[in-house]
T-cell receptor, first 111, second 118 residues
Framework: GENVEQHPSTLSVQEGDSAVIKCTYS??????FPWYKQELGKRPQLIID?????GEKKDQRIAVTLNKTAKHFSLHITETQPEDSAVYFC??????????FGAGTRLTVKP | GAGVSQSPRYKVTKRGQDVALRCDPI?????LYWYRQALGQGPEFLTY????????KSGLPNDRFSAERPEGSISTLTIQRTEQRDSAMYRC????????????????FGEGSRLTVL
């Protein structure tokens, strides 16, 4: 099955700075790459996703980039705020089949 | 229902007992996933269904674990002869999109069932 690796495992930034989280995947057939945010004690929730026919997608302060050749994708958060503090997970799947998650990145935004 | 519902939310059992965890997905959702999540870790894939068909069970740790979704809606994850290492949060997620289509493919997670094996 698909193997997703995520880095870094922890990330601390100052409020207003940018944060970047990177993931790699192993299965070249994967074509759907979502990112989930999980706040303490809550369930993971989708924040942004990208399909393999697109190289970049942006939604306000959040953007995701995809490099199919290198099989890696990244989450970029600009102008970070304390409420961005959470654990972020990347995932990869073929269609919506066989979705596998990365190990997560704990982001701390210091005020 | 309005969201993915899991029961029980908390289960404490003694080693060697069987447990059954239930997932009620969002009405009409085609895909249903089971994950296990350790504290601070990513969801670990266990198995998933499209409709009633189990598509992949390669993530089930061993043959004490099984899952079913007989009518393509509610699913049950069963752990037989529980061991302490089975203690974890078990999360169910559903999605309306099995393949292609205009939907996002978003997985909607339940609150989880926290299992503690003594």
């Amino acid at each position: 099955g698909e193997n997703v690796e995520q880095h870094p495992s922890t990330l601390s930034v100052q409020e207003g700075d940018s944060a970047v989280i990177k993931c790699t995947y192993s299965d070249s057939a994967s074509n759907y790459f979502p990112w989930y945010k999980q706040e303490l004690g809550k369930r993971p929730q989708l924040i942004i996703d990208i399909r393999s026919n697109v190289g970049e997608k942006k939604d306000q302060r959040i953007a995701v980039t995809l490099n199919k050749t290198a099989k890696h994708f990244s989450l970029h958060i600009t102008e970070t705020q304390p409420e961005d503090s959470a654990v972020y997970f990347c995932a990869a799947s073929k269609g919506n089949n066989d979705m596998r998650f990365g190990a997560g990145t704990r982001l701390t935004v210091k005020p | 229902g309005a969201g993915v519902s899991q029961s029980p939310r908390y289960k404490v059992t003694k080693r060697g007992q069987d447990v059954a965890l239930r997932c009620d997905p969002i009405s009409g959702h085609v895909s249903l996933y089971w994950y296990r999540q350790a504290l601070g870790q990513g969801p670990e894939f266990l198995t998933y269904f499209n409709y009633e068909a189990q598509q992949d069970k390669s993530g089930l740790p061993n043959d004490r674990f099984s899952a079913e979704r007989p009518e393509g809606s509610i699913s049950t994850l069963t752990i037989q002869r529980t061991e302490q290492r089975d203690s974890a949060m078990y999360r169910c997620a559903s999605s309306s999109w099995a393949s292609g289509g205009a939907n996002t493919g978003e997985l909607f997670f339940g609150e989880g069932s926290r299992l503690t094996v003594l």
